[in-house]
C-alpha cells in the first residue's frame, strides 16, 4: 500500500557541529514510537564506530515514521546528513531528495559558520526551512537574541522560529505540528514513467550496495528490472525496504516516499550517487537532474610503516586494506606509488582534511594496517610547453611531480570561499590571519551585535594545514569556519627544494606562493634540524629555488657517542643496543651517507610553528 | 620482612630460568681451555644508589646466611671446572663490604679449597674486593688479607658533598682516604678508586679538583665514568621529571680530556675508556672481560662468559636460593657459541682499550665466516683510518684520542659489516 503524497513529506535536519542534530533526530524518532527511549539513545542515525566517537555523522541514511496529526496518519521521511565542511556535496546531495529542511541552532551559541553554509545549500535547493532553536533548556540559552541572528544572517523571521528542547522533549510536538503543516508535500509525478534519485548508497558486507532512493515518479516493486540511467547498468530489485529505523522489507515504494533497495549489486563502483533509476522495460526519457560527482582536492600519500615487525607483504595488507573500504566509501581514490624515501604506496585523494582523518582511521582501524601518512598537499593546475611549443594542462598533486621550473608556463590551485563566524572583537586577528594565508577580504555582515561573519576567499593549500586551529586560538575558541572549493585560480607559485649534504632530495620539495618561499624553506630546514639524527660528520641542509639557495642549516657532528661502562656483565645486552641502532637506520632513508628518519618526510607543509 | 626490592624489574614468569648453568658446562667441548677468571656477585647494598642499574636489594641481614651457604655451594660446583690456577677474581655488588665478618671467613675459605689461588697468592694475579668507604673497617680488610685479597677498590665517586647527594650516595667524602690508609695498613696496596664525571651541577672546576684530590691519595688505579642514565633508575626517572639539567656535551668531552691529562701527568695512563692505572697496574680481571677471554661466575645475577657460551644467573636472589642443579644456579639470557657473535663482540670490547684488538685472530675468524669479511672489515677500518678516528700499529687496530669518544658508533658499523657478511 503507497500512501498519497498528500501525507508525505520529506525532509532533512541541518545545523553546526554539536548544535543538537543527532539529540533532535531521536527525539523526533521517539515522539512518533518509532523507537523507545533506551534505543534513542544510541542515535540510530550514526551507524558506524567512528562516527559515533568523533561525534559527527559521515554517511546519510534516511528513516521513515507515522505520525498521527488531527486524526491523519503522515509519513515522515527524514534524511540525514553529516556535518561537516568536507561534505557539504554529501548535504547537498541529501537535500536533493527532500522538500524541506529543519535548521537546528543552538539557542546558547548562536549562528556558526556551518549554519550559514548549509543553510545557503537549502535555500539554493529551493527548500522551504524551518529554523529551530535547540537547546533553551540550557541556563546560557539565549531564544530571542539567537532568532535575531537567524534573521540578520539568513534572512528567516526571528517570529517564525521554534522554540525546543531536544534533552527535555519541550516543543517536539509544535515541531512535528509545523513539519506537517508547513513543509510542502511531494510534488505530483511529472511523467507516467518511473523515476528515482539515488541520494546514497552502502555496502554491507552481506547483501552487497543498498541503494538509498527518493521516489519522484512512479512506483518500484520487489522483482522489478530497473536500469541506472547514467551508468546504463541493469539489476533486478531483490529487496525493497524502509528504515523505521529498523530495516523493514516492503513490497513497494510510491512516488514521493523513501527507501532502499537491494539488487544483487557487488561493488560502490557499479552506482553512482545522483544516478536515475529507471524501469527498464519502460525507462523514462530523461533523468533527473542530478549533481556533480565529489572533487578530490586534498591528497596524500599512505604507505605501509615499516616499523612494524611484519615484512614483506606491507603493501600488500595495505593494498587490500584500501580496496575492501573503498567498497564502503566511494569518495577517495587511490592510486599506487612509489617514493624513494617511504617505498610501494598509495596516493589518494580526499574531499577535504577531515575526510582524510576518517579514511585514515578507518584503514587502521578496519584493515590493521599501520599507516606512514606524508603531509597532505592540494591538487595543482600546471601548463606546461613543451618542445614543440604546444601548451598543455598537468594536473599535479605532488611536488616532487613538478616538471622542470623551464617549462612551466603558469600554476593555478584551488580556491575557497570561506565563511568566519567570530565575535567582534576578535575581527582584526582574523583578518590577519585570513591575509597572512593569502586570503582576499570579501565581505563582512554583522550576525548579532557581537559577532561577524566575514567571506574570504583563501587557497585551499593555505587552510590544509593548521588554519583551523589557528583561527580557534585566535578566537578563544569562538570563531567557527566553513569553506567550500570555488575555482582554479593562478598565482606566482615555486617549488622549493631541499638539499641534504648538497643532495637535492625531491621528497621534500614544497609548492608555495613566491613571497612565501623562504619562510617556507627556512622553517622546514629547522623542522628537519630536528627530525634528522647527527651523525659523525657535519650536515648541510638548504632549501632553493630553482638553484638559488634561499637558506641554510647545519646538523652538526657527533663529538661524543661512547658507553661509559662496560664490563662482563653488559655485553650481551650492549651488543644488542648496538645491533638495534644499526637496525634503526635501515628504517631511514639513505641520501647519501645521511640517514633520513620517516618521520622527517612528513615535515614537509606542516606549516605550524 | 621480605626484603625490599628497590628499582628492580624483577623477572616475570615467561623469564622463569629453564636451565641451570651444569647444562652449559656438560656441553662445553673437551678441549675448550678452561676459564681463568671469576667473578662473586655479592647482591646486598644498604640502600639504592638512584644512578644504578645493578642488581641489589636494600639489604634487611636476614638471607646474608642462606645466602653464603648457597653460593658456596655454587663455588664448589664451579671449582670443579676450573682446574687451572686462577689469573683473578673479583667481587663485586652490590655492597660486598656489607657481608658480614664470619661470612667473608667462609666465603673466602672456600676460594681457597675450590680453586688453585697459587698466582695470586704468588702477586702474578689479582684478587679485587668491591668496598664501599662507609662500611669497610680495619677488621674487615684484616680479613680480606687474610683470604689472598691483594687488591680493592673503592667507589669515591666524588668528593663534593653536594654531588654525593645528587647522586644520593650516603658516605663522607673525607672517609675515602682514611678507608685508603687503612687498607695500606692492613697490608693491600693494590688500590682503585672510582670517580663520575657529568654529574649535574658539576663545574670543569669541581672535577678537575676531584681528580687532584684522587691523585693526591696515591692509589695506582683510577676508573671515572661519565655518568650514565641508564633505563629504570631513579636519576633517569629524576631527569625525566625536569629535576636538574643533564651535563652538556661540550663538558662531558672537556671532563673526559681533563681525566687523561690530569691522571697522565700524575702517571697514571688511559688504558680504557674510563679506565687509568700505573703501568703494569691495570686491572687483570677487567682485562679479561675487554679481551673476550672465559671467566666462571657466581651469585644472583653474575655474567659468565665459558667456551663461547654467554648466560647470566637468575637475577632473582629468591629463586637463586631455590634452585640448585648440583650446586649450579639457574640462569638466562643463555647464547650458544657463535663465531660471528663472538667476533662482534671482540671488536666491542677490544676496540674500548687503548691497545685495541688484534688484526690476526680477528682474520682468522673472518675467514671462518665469509671469504669476503675481511676486505669489509679492512675496508671500513681504512674508511675510520681516513676520518681520523682509527689507527693501525703492529698489527692492531686502535681507536684515536677522537675515535675514544666516538667508540659506539664505530664500533656499530664494524659490527654491522660482521653482521651483514
Ligand atoms: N542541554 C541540552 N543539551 C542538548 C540538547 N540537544 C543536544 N544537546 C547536547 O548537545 C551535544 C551535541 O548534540 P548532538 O545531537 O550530538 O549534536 P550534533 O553534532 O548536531 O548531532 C550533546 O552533548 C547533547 O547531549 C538540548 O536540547 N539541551
Ligand atoms: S651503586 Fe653500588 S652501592 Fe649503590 S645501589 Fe648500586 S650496587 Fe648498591
Known amino acids: 500500500m503507497t500512501t498519497d503524497i498528500k501525507h508525505i513529506r520529506n525532509f532533512s535536519i541541518i545545523a553546526h557541529i554539536d548544535h543538537g542534530k543527532s539529540t533532535l533526530a531521536d527525539r523526533l524518532l521517539q515522539a512518533t514510537q518509532a523507537v523507545t527511549a533506551r534505543e534513542a539513545r544510541n542515535q540510530l542515525l550514526d551507524s558506524m564506530d567512528l562516527e559515533r566517537e568523533r561525534g559527527i555523522t559521515i554517511k546519510a541514511s534516511a528513516v521513515t515514521v507515522h505520525h498521527t496529526h488531527n486524526g491523519q496518519e503522515y509519513m515522515l521521511n527524514f534524511i540525514d546528513t553529516p556535518g561537516h565542511v568536507d561534505f557539504t556535496y554529501e548535504v547537498s546531495r541529501a537535500l536533493k531528495a527532500c522538500e524541506g529542511a529543519i535548521l537546528v541552532v543552538d539557542a546558547a551559541q548562536g549562528v556558526q559558520a556551518q549554519t550559514v553554509v548549509n543553510a545557503y545549500l537549502a535555500i539554493e535547493q529551493d527548500l522551504d526551512i524551518i529554523s529551530v532553536l535547540n537547546k533553551i533548556d540550557l541556563p546560557g540559552a539565549r531564544p530571542d537574541d539567537i532568532a535575531m541572528e537567524i534573521e540578520q544572517a539568513l534572512g528567516m523571521a526571528a517570529e517564525d522560529c521554534i522554540l525546543v528542547s531536544a534533552k527535555t522533549g519541550q516543543g517536539i510536538d509544535e515541531l512535528l505540528e509545523t513539519i506537517i503543516e508547513k513543509l510542502p508535500q511531494p510534488p505530483a509525478p511529472t511523467t507516467n514513467k518511473t523515476r528515482a534519485l539515488i541520494f546514497d548508497a552502502i555496502y554491507d558486507d552481506y547483501r552487497g550496495v543498498i541503494v538509498y532512493f527518493r521516489m519522484f515518479d512512479g512506483t518500484l516493486k520487489t522483482g522489478d528490472k530497473i536500469r541506472m540511467m547514467g551508468l546504463g547498468r541493469n539489476f533486478s530489485i531483490t529487496e525493497l525496504g524502509k528504515y523505521t529505523p529498523k530495516p523493514e522489507k516492503v513490497k513497494s515504494v510510491g512516488p514521493g516516499e523513501t527507501g532502499y533497495l537491494v539488487a544483487a549489486i557487488k561493488t560502490l563502483g557499479d552506482v553512482r550517487v545522483g544516478d536515475t533509476i529507471t524501469l527498464e522495460n519502460s525507462p523514462a526519457d530523461q533523468p533527473l537532474s542530478g549533481y556533480e560527482p565529489p572533487q578530490q582536492m586534498v591528497f596524500c600519500d599512505f604507505y605501509p610503516s615499516t616499523n612494524s615487525e611484519k615484512k614483506n607483504n606491507d603493501f600488500e595488507e595495505l593494498r587490500d586494506a584500501i580496496n575492501r573500504l573503498s567498497l564502503n566509501d566511494s569518495s577517495f581514490t587511490f592510486q599506487p606509488v612509489h617514493s624513494e624515501a617511504l617505498g610501494f604506496g598509495f596516493r589518494c585523494g580526499f574531499l577535504g582534511l577531515l575526510h582524510m582523518d576518517i579514511i585514515q582511521e578507518r584503514l587502521e582501524r578496519e584493515g590493521d594496517v599501520e599507516i606512514v601518512q606524508t603531509a597532505p598537499t592540494v591538487s595543482y593546475k600546471v601548463q606546461v610547453r613543451s618542445k614543440k611549443g604546444l601548451i598543455k594542462e598537468l594536473e599535479i598533486h605532488n611536488p616532487a611531480d613538478l616538471p622542470d621550473a623551464g617549462t612551466i608556463v603558469s600554476i593555478a590551485e584551488p580556491m575557497c570561499r570561506v565563511n568566519i563566524i567570530s565575535p567582534s572583537e576578535f575581527v582584526g586577528e582574523v583578518m590577519k590571519l585570513c591575509l597572512e594565508r593569502r586570503g582576499i577580504y570579501k565581505h563582512q555582515t554583522l550576525v548579532s551585535a557581537t559577532r561577524q561573519m566575514m567571506t574570504f576567499e583563501i587557497p585551499l593549500a593555505e587552510i590544509i594545514y593548521d588554519f583551523y586551529d589557528k583561527l580557534k586560538g585566535l578566537t578563544s575558541g569562538y570563531g567557527t569556519m566553513d569553506y567550500e572549493i570555488t575555482q582554479y585560480h593562478n598565482d606566482n607559485l615555486v617549488k622549493v627544494q631541499v638539499l641534504i649534504n648538497a643532495e637535492p632530495v625531491e621528497a621534500l620539495s614544497l609548492i608555495c606562493h613566491k613571497d612565501r618561499a623562504e619562510f617556507r624553506g627556512r622553517q622546514l630546514l629547522t623542522k628537519l634540524k630536528k627530525q634528522i639524527p647527527r651523525h659523525q660528520f657535519e650536515i648541510p641542509l638548504q632549501a632553493a629555488i630553482g638553484g638559488k639557495i634561499i637558506g641554510r642549516e647545519t646538523i652538526k657532528g657527533f663529538r661524543k657517542n661512547v658507553t661509559a661502562k662496560c664490563y662482563g656483565g653488559d655485553v650481551s645486552r650492549k651488543r644488542k643496543l648496538l645491533e638495534a641502532q644499526k637496525k634503526g637506520k635501515k628504517r631511514m632513508k639513505s641520501v647519501g651517507s645521511v640517514q633520513i628518519p620517516q618521520e622527517a618526510f612528513m615535515a614537509v607543509l606542516d606549516q605550524s610553528e | ?421
Open chain 2, 1 to 421: 620482612m621480605a626484603p625490599q626490592y628497590n628499582h628492580i624489574v624483577l623477572p616475570t614468569l615467561g623469564q622463569c630460568p629453564s636451565a641451570s648453568a651444569r647444562q652449559v658446562f656438560l656441553a662445553l667441548k673437551p678441549q675448550t681451555s678452561p676459564a681463568r677468571a671469576l667473578y662473586i656477585h655479592i647482591p646486598f647494598c644498604s640502600h639504592k644508589c638512584d644512578y644504578c642499574d645493578f642488581y641489589s636489594l636494600v639489604d634487611t641481614r636476614d638471607r646474608q646466611n642462606v645466602f653464603t651457604d648457597r653460593l658456596i655451594r655454587e663455588l664448589r660446583a664451579l671449582g670443579s671446572f676450573a682446574p687451572e690456577p686462577l689469573n683473578s677474581i673479583f667481587i663485586g655488588g652490590g655492597t660486598p663490604s656489607l657481608l658480614d665478618a664470619s661470612l667473608w671467613e667462609r666465603l673466602l675459605g672456600e676460594l681457597n679449597d675450590s680453586f688453585d689461588l697459587s698466582r695470586i697468592q704468588t702477586g702474578q694475579g689479582e684478587f679485587t674486593v668491591e668496598c664501599n668507604p662507609e662500611s669497610t673497617t680495619p677488621e674487615f680488610l684484616g680479613i680480606l688479607k687474610a683470604g689472598s685479597v691483594d687488591r680493592v677498590s673503592f667507589g669515591a665517586q666524588s668528593f663534593e658533598p653536594e654531588h654525593l647527594k645528587t647522586l644520593q650516595r650516603l658516605h663522607d667524602p673525607d672517609r675515602v682516604e682514611l678507608v685508603i690508609i687503612m687498607a695500606q695498613d692492613a697490608g693491600i696496596v693494590r688500590q682503585s678508586l672510582d670517580l663520575i664525571y657529568a654529574i649535574p651541577g658539576q663545574t670543569l672546576r669541581q672535577w678537575q679538583r676531584d681528580l687532584q684530590r684522587a691523585v693526591a691519595i696515591g692509589v695506582e688505579h683510577i676508573s671515572c665514568y661519565n655518568l650514565t642514565y641508564e633505563p629504570a633508575t631513579a636519576m633517569t626517572a629524576r631527569l625525566n621529571q625536569g629535576e636538574f639539567t643533564p651535563a652538556d656535551e661540550d663538558l662531558e668531552i672537556q671532563s673526559f680530556e681533563l681525566a687523561g691529562k690530569v691522571l697522565g701527568e700524575a702517571g697514571l695512563m688511559r688504558y680504557e675508556i674510563s679506565n687509568f692505572a700505573q703501568k703494569g697496574c691495570e686491572s687483570l680481571h677487567n682485562l679479561a672481560y675487554w679481551r673476550s677471554e672465559s671467566w666462571l661466575a657466581a651469585g644472583p645475577a653474575a655474567a659468565a662468559h665459558v667456551g663461547g657460551h654467554r648466560y647470566r644467573n637468575t637475577p632473582h636472589l629468591g629463586q637463586y636460593l631455590d634452585f640448585d642443579d648440583q650446586g649450579f644456579a639457574p640462569i638466562m639470557d643463555h647464547e650458544q657459541p657463535d663465531t660471528r657473535r663472538a667476533l662482534a663482540e671482540r671488536l666491542m670490547m677490544g676496540l674500548r682499550l687503548v691497545e685495541g684488538v688484534d688484526s690476526d685472530p680477528i682474520y682468522r675468524a673472518g675467514e671462518q665466516i665469509n671469504e669476503h669479511l675481511c676486505d669489509q672489515l679492512r675496508e671500513c677500518v681504512l674508511k675510520q683510518i681516513e676520518a681520523g678516528l682509527m689507527a693501525m700499529q703492529d698489527g692492531r687496530w686502535q681507536l684515536t684520542d677522537a675515535g675514544l669518544l666516538l667508540t659506539d658508533g664505530i664500533v656499530a658499523e664494524l659490527m654491522d659489516v660482521v653482521y651483514q657478511a
